[in-house]
């Protein structure tokens, strides 16, 4: 799917939407995610974390990638997205058969290294630059579309097949027996008590909330910028994918690492600061001209460190301070509060690119900034955590 996604917005342009559309379809797409996972907690623990993860993948990947195959207009991107959204489901299902039957200490490495595979996808972009070279922008995202169906269906069959369910899993089956979804989702007001009790939870997901803004858009409105506003060539896109996650990579691998071993307080300021920079710079490339390309190419230095670090720290935050034993429920409000925040900036970042391409990374600049302030804030009234922990 990483061959894919990070060209859908050009792939919905090229179809004939506009910017305001695209970023229409964005926000119905986070609208669906925070209704799934409003649910997704008590669907997690009534079907088992593996079960609700085989299900909720194929409705949220395999049958959208079909229709973004044959896309032929807006309204197959808003079934799709619609669809899609059920990953709000598999995000939080997913994430508790990772994490919950590993030690405390091993849940940072861990996200460190899915977040690295995650990134190695794009070697295989070049083939995109080669497809889009020879067939142009619309039939090479088409077969990339089919080839994302046949992987995903086959990623869902070898994961159901070699993961069992975690203890937490099978403990939260047995307690949910015989209660309905619906009953279940009556006793959110006693989890957000508990998630209210907690500061570092709440900081942990205000913080991640701002930035799912925040790498939204730039997933959005980076190739459109680059595209319609520098006249990088739609072949080139997919080179500098490589090149962003290449650095996202050697980053997780030899940077994160010494930077969780302490106190996350800095990691987190260095991200934020390390994003502002990058879309800084984004914001200054000049259209023409020989710095472009070096200009450009720095502000993916500066994102790479970003996109390699906000993951593992934002997802480590959450571990340090959820309760195990009420983690699917914790997390399907964590993710109904970021997709609820989320959801008017996909709309807003497509009426801002209409009128400026360089509006919505302003947009992102003042979010920053705001993340920096409520850090700020936050550890001058709490001690740090340690993600070893």
């Known amino acids: 799917m990483n061959l894919c996604i990070p060209y859908l917005s050009v792939y919905m342009l090229a179809i004939g939407l506009n910017d305001t559309r695209v970023g229409f379809i964005v926000m119905i797409n ?13 669907i997690t623990d009534k079907m088992g974390r593996r079960k609700a993860t085989a299900v909720f993948d194929c409705f949220a990947w395999s049958i959208p990638a079909l229709i973004w195959w044959r896309a032929e207009g807006f309204w197959f991107f808003l079934a799709a997205a619609l669809l899609n959204g059920t990953n709000g489901v598999t995000t939080n299902s997913w994430n508790c058969l990772l994490v919950e039957d590993a030690e405390k200490k091993q849940i940072t490495k861990i996200y460190t290294i899915i977040s690295a595979f995650g990134q190695l996808a794009a070697i295989f972009a070049p083939i995109t630059a080669i497809l889009i070279s020879r067939l142009t922008l619309v039939p ?9 169906f046949v992987l995903m269906s086959a990623k869902i069959i070898i994961l159901y097949i070699a993961s069992k369910e975690t203890q937490t899993g099978k403990k939260r ?12 989702t009556g006793g959110y007001g006693e989890v957000i008590k508990i998630i209210l009790k907690s500061r570092g939870m709440v900081f942990s997901i205000v913080i991640a909330a701002i930035l799912w803004i925040v790498v939204m858009i730039n997933n959005t409105f980076w190739q459109i910028i ?29 940077v994160v690492p010494r930077l969780t071993k302490g106190l996350l307080k800095v990691p987190l300021l260095l991200t934020f600061a390390s994003y502002i920079i990058g879309q800084s710079l984004l914001i200054i490339v000049p259209a023409e001209g020989m710095l472009k390309y070096p200009l450009l190419c720095l502000s993916l230095v500066f994102d790479g460190f970003a996109a390699g670090t906000l993951f593992v720290l934002c997802e480590s935050l959450i571990a340090l301070h959820v309760n195990p034993d009420e983690r699917a429920r914790i997390m399907a409000i964590r993710y109904m509060f970021m997709m609820l925040v989320t959801a008017p900036f ?9 009128i400026s391409r360089n509006l919505p990374f302003v947009l992102n600049l003042f979010l920053l900034v705001v993340c920096i302030v409520i850090t700020l804030m936050y550890y001058r009234k709490e001690n740090d955590h340690s993600a070893e922990e």
């Open 346 to 354: 996909g709309w807003i970042g497509g009426f801002l690119s209409d």
């Open 140 to 148: 090479a995202i088409r077969i990339l579309f089919i080839n994302a």
């Open 30 to 42: 986070t609208l669906s995610q925070m209704l799934f996972s409003f649910f997704s907690g008590p």
């Open 226 to 254: 680059v595209n319609k506003k520098l006249l990088v060539p739609e072949s080139a896109l997919p080179l500098f994918i490589v090149f962003r996650s290449g650095l996202a990579i050697f980053f997780l691998f030899f």
């Open 173 to 184: 089956l047995e307690e949910t027996k015989g209660k309905s979804i619906f009953r279940l």
